[in-house]
């Protein structure tokens, strides 16, 4: 409990009004600060939108509260999982500037410890993802631990396309994450050269979907699988958007069963335009893992 009661009184307000909006994320946690409030008590705001606790988290004060909680690691995960969480129902603008100010808190170094960093940085990573914050995305790669920036399983070779790598820079969100699934991992996905891998539950239809930072006219896109268990990624379909949204999907190509470390699918005859790039895996319940999807194309003027 050391350090607790140096937090301001309205840093204290900030953490009880934020810990109430994320119940399930309490619950798991077996040991907490005094300060904060037990899950009997939580439990009886649990029905409240988490709206309505939103004007408490003045960015100033969530500033603050996060330099004081930044060096207890304990502490900090379990915030950080409850602002992400919060976020969610932030309007664009202010959902950006919350996942920036937490992107920001981490790459100030607020631990020097690889396994506390991963800790910290997953639940974050994952907010960013389901919002589709490249910038603040991006900043947290900067944070990796060493072992996801230069993992000790190289990639191997990938077939390329022509113009460019469009996909660098870009960021994946999938259809669910499960407890084989390492958030730090996903940025390497869409690294040539470095490689990373998801994992998610055992989905229906599962699903990655892989954000440009800008629409391209796309060549050719190279997925690579994991080591084992590739009957799962049978009849993948790569898919295309320039919205993104649910009904906005075009088939560009359909594969087969699954029996290779690398595949490649050829574009350069359509040059289809998108700004989303999706894999679907078809049918289910089974779980979905890729450990690189690299899309060539054009970036669109």
Known sequence: MNGAKRLSKSSRKSMRNTSRAYLPVLN??????AWMPCASTVSKCSRVNSTHRIPSLSLP??????????KKTDYATVMLSWIAELSKALPDDKRTGVLALMANTLGGGISNSDNDRENLLNPVI???????DLNSYNSLASSLPFKYKNPPDKLPDTPTFPRQLVSRGGIIHTSSTSNWDKPCAHWGVLELGVG?????????NAWVVVTLPKQANLTGVALVTNNGNLNRLNNMKVQVSESGRDNDWHDVAQLGVCQQKVLSVDLSSSRPLAKYVRILRPGGPEFFHLRGIFVYGNPAA
Do not use: C, I, Y
């Open 61 to 70: 004060n969530l500033s603050d509260t996060l330099k004081k909680v930044a």
């Open 126 to 132: 994952l907010a960013a993802e389901a919002a589709g």
């Open 28 to 33: 798991r946690q077996k040991s907490l600060p």
């Open 196 to 204: 990373g891998t998801f994992h998610t539950g055992k989905d229906q």
